[in-house]
């Protein structure tokens, strides 16, 4: 899924679809930040 792709679901539940997307993006930021670097990958 891209943003390209929203206008595919407009209409009926898309507040769903952008609240699901938001969740998504934000989830996989997060755990990124907290699980996706060490200082040991540095060297």
Known sequence: ???L????FMGEGFM???IAM???FIGSAVLTFLFGHTPE???
């Open 41 to 43: 990958m540095d060297e």
């Open 5 to 8: 792709s929203f206008p595919l």
């Open 22 to 24: 938001l969740v998504a």
């Open 16 to 18: 769903g679809f952008v």
């Open 1 to 3: 899924m891209g943003i």
